[in-house]
């Protein structure tokens, strides 16, 4: 089952902080949250693996509440930079470490000076 | 580390036409994975190799999809009549096991 991102669209000024969710029905193993810019290949941000370990990049946070099957993205201080649709990937526990990723739709960031 | 390359980058065919597109990935890579994205969705899982062995393969993929990996290196995808519902980006990634790295996608559109 397709996780379901919330919001669809954020628009936001330079230096505004935004939070983006990613619920799932099925129980996780991991998620993995991926920016995508226009035309361009999906980037990996983070993952956050059951049991509280995470990868990711210094300068962005986010969340696992492994009970609820959601995770948060937080992006802070944004810049225009971080313009672009933020997917998140879930793995369910069949499929553990194999990064067969289900994605949702995506959230589109727009930042604006 | 030349990132993961894939060829051509667009493509346009005629329904009913086999087109087939080349993954090339990051050479320490043991993992290959192809997944297919359209307007407004994120990616969606078609299959992936470690080194040569193709270890899934998505339910929803029809049978005219097959994709190889000889000697664990690049990979390729063929699609065989192709219809028009198969109009889509084809995303290539590879990993050696912590994340995914995406090429740039082969754009196909089934005219």
């Known amino acids: 089952q397709q996780p379901v991102q919330s919001p669809q669209a954020v628009i936001l000024r330079e230096g505004e902080d935004a939070v983006i969710n990613c619920s799932s029905s099925k129980a996780l193993y991991s998620v993995h949250w991926y920016r995508q810019k226009h035309g361009e290949a999906p980037v990996f941000l983070m993952i956050?693996?059951?049991?509280?370990e995470q990868k990711g990049h210094d300068k962005i946070s986010a969340s696992f509440n492994e009970k609820k099957q959601q995770s948060s993205l937080y992006l802070t201080a944004s810049q225009l930079s971080y313009s672009g649709t933020y997917f998140c990937?879930?793995?369910?526990?069949?499929?553990?470490?194999?990064?067969?990723?289900?994605f949702g739709k995506g959230t589109k960031l727009s930042v604006i000076p | 580390d030349t990132g993961v390359s894939q060829d051509p980058r667009h493509k346009i065919t005629k329904r009913g036409q086999n087109v087939t597109f080349r993954c090339d990935p990051i050479?320490?890579?043991?993992?290959l994975y192809w997944y297919r994205q359209t307007l407004g969705q994120g990616p969606e899982f078609l299959t992936y190799?470690?080194?040569?062995?193709?270890?899934?393969k998505s339910r929803l993929l029809s049978d005219r999809f097959s994709a190889e990996r000889p000697k664990g290196s690049f990979s390729t995808l063929e699609i065989q009549r192709t219809e028009q519902g198969d109009s889509a980006m084809y995303l290539c990634?590879?990993?050696?096991?912590?994340?995914?790295?995406f090429g740039s996608g082969t754009r196909l559109t089934v005219v």
């Open positions: 990937g879930t793995e369910g526990a069949s499929g553990a470490g194999s990064y067969q990723l289900t």
């Open positions: 990634a590879s990993s050696w096991g912590n994340w995914l790295t």
């Open positions: 190799f470690q080194n040569e062995a193709q270890l899934e």
């Open positions: 050479s320490e890579h043991n993992r």
């Open positions: 956050l693996l059951k049991g509280g």
